[in-house]
């Protein structure tokens, strides 16, 4: 099956033809360059550009493929920035219709932990996945490509989100997390110890905003280096995640491990979890950060479990597993 798959959630235009486990073409474009200047996404913004790319980046891919028609066009419904998500929607529709073809929306969270099996054929299900992101830090298990349950989510800020936000405080540019990731690598000096947050209701959930503030007052306040901070941050940001999943292999049992997302491409939170977990399945970078193989994958399976995009299907910035 030939499946097109269309990502437009943040800052990324990225799109995939896919022929069954085979990638014919792909492409994503970045838009760093814009948001650099806003010091994050501004979603207007993001939605005009989108849009100015997605033609030209279906021609180029019509062209590689020398104009190989999709059975079936895959689409990010959600979650993301509406605005965002309504390009590449409204794009994916009016091209699946132009060709005569279904489509089928596919929750790009969801695909950032289902492309695993893209890369790993072995991994069979059910497993459970750490999807660490700009938006979200999320621990899903995978029973299947539509039987996905949620086990944690965060409290506050994404992971990625925090790495951006103290990056930006102590003057790195968007997004700041390949920086960080790198600083608290190489830094071997004193560093900060942050406190890994407790809830006292029986939750495994994420809380990152209280090591967000506590990291901004170590650079403003007290003058720690960056270098210094970055290690700090990285040390407590992947502390939590080690004691969350430890707690929850404890009670629910043992599953091996995908790490997906943005913040997956980190070597440093990488090395951490291969050190305590054994079966660790990482996404390979290329696929951890936004792209269209992901879209055009989970939504081939998705396609053939019978689903398609109905008419009245709207983009959902939420996402259908995060509405409680
Ligand atoms: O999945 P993604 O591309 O977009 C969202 O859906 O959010 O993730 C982007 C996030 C950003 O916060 C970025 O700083 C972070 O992933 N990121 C990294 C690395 N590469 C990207 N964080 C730490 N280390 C990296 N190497
Ligand atoms: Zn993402």
Known sequence: MVVLGIETSCDETAMALIKDEEILAHRVSSQIDLHKIFGGVLPEASSRRHLEVLYTMYRDIVGETDGIKPDVVA????????????????????????????????????????????????????????????????????????????????????????????????????????????MALEYQGQY??????????????????????????????????????????MEAAVKQIVVRLKDIENDRGYMPLVVGGGVAAS???????????????????EWCTDNGVMIAYTGMHLYEKGYTLSVDAEVDPVGVLWHE
């Open 75 to 182: 689409i990010t419904m959600s979650p993301g920035l509406q605005p965002a998500l309504l390009m590449g929607a409204s794009f994916g529709r009016a091209l699946a219709t132009a060709l005569g073809v279904p489509a089928v929306g596919v929750d790009h969270v969801i695909a950032h932990g289902y492309v695993a099996r893209l890369a790993y054929p072995e991994l069979a299900f059910p497993y459970r996945a750490l999807i660490v992101s700009g938006g979200h830090t999320v621990v899903v298990e995978y029973h299947d490509v539509d039987r996905v349950s949620l086990v944690a989510d965060t409290r506050d800020d994404a992971m990625g989100e925090v790495l951006d936000k103290v990056g930006r405080v102590m003057g790195i540019d968007y997004p700041a997390g390949p920086h960080i990731d790198k």
């Open 192 to 233: 900060p110890r942050f406190t890994i947050p407790r809830f006292k209701d029986k939750t495994y959930d994420f809380s990152f905003s209280g090591m967000k503030t506590a990291a901004r007052l170590a650079y403003e306040r007290d003058g720690v280096s960056p270098e210094a901070v970055a290690r700090g941050l």
């Open 267 to 285: 070597k440093f939170l990488r090395k951490k979890l291969s050190e305590q977990f054994k079966d660790v399945y990482f996404v390979p970078r």
